[in-house]
């Protein structure tokens, strides 16, 4: 059955999100991890999304913004960057220690290093 017929049946058929981890950009996460080597410990639980300051007044989404580096979605993770205010709200909550907004800081180091192809 094609996205056309699933339709008509009430339902759709979401966009693939399968990533190709050969052909991915690993490079941002690669500097993020190497700076912040408490991101390894993300069980992306939510915590820090549930708390923080920007996503109460934005869609900024910690949670996704950390999927994005590591799945290396570089486009949309370059405007969600952005976002963050860097108050450090989400450092309080996560149980697994990571250094959020040093990872946040760190993403969006990397995408101006990579935008002056310093990376
Ligand atoms: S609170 Fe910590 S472990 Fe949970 S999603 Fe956020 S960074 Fe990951
Ligand atoms: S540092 Fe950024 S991600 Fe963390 S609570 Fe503040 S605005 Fe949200």
Redesign the pocket.
């Known amino acids: 059955m094609n996205v056309k017929q699933a339709n008509k049946f009430g339902f759709s058929i979401n966009r693939s999100r399968l990533i190709d981890y050969d052909t991915s950009d690993r490079k941002v996460r690669e500097y993020v991890t190497l700076r912040e080597p408490s991101f390894k410990l993300c069980f992306a639980c939510g915590g820090?999304t549930a708390?923080?300051?920007?996503?109460q007044h934005t869609s900024?989404n910690?949670r996704r913004l950390n999927t994005y580096i590591r799945r290396g979605e570089i486009e949309p993770l370059r405007e969600e960057v952005t976002r963050?205010?860097?108050?450090?709200?989400?450092?309080l909550v996560c149980p697994r220690g990571v250094n959020?907004?040093n990872v946040?800081a760190m993403a969006a180091e990397a995408i101006r290093k990579l935008e002056r192809n310093e990376l």
């Open positions: 820090c708390t923080c300051t920007a996503g900024f910690l963050c205010m860097l108050c450090g709200k989400c450092l959020t907004r946040v």
